[in-house]
């Protein structure tokens, strides 16, 4: 079961994670947030012990980072 948040207007999104290789040719894990729970993107995951989730109060975009 993938990790969900509903965000501030009630849309409720599934946190997904892939694996990409960036310029210098190192391997890197990103997080993304998506409305489907299968996405053809990603895998679905739970919410990693050391990240957070971030709501934009602006336009309720939910974004990953790292606790501090």
């Not at 994670?17 to 409305?35: H, S």
């Not at 489907?36 to 974004?63: H, M, S």
Request: charged share 25%; proline share 4%; aromatic share 10%.
């Amino acid at each position: 079961m993938a990790y969900s948040h509903v965000n501030s207007k009630g849309i409720t999104y599934y946190l997904h994670n892939t694996e990409v290789t960036l310029r210098g040719g190192k391997q890197q894990t990103i997080y993304f947030f998506a409305k489907v729970e299968k996405n053809a993107k990603g895998q679905p995951v739970d919410l990693p012990e050391d990240r957070i989730v971030k709501e934009n109060p602006r336009n309720g975009f939910l974004t990953v980072s790292k606790k501090k």
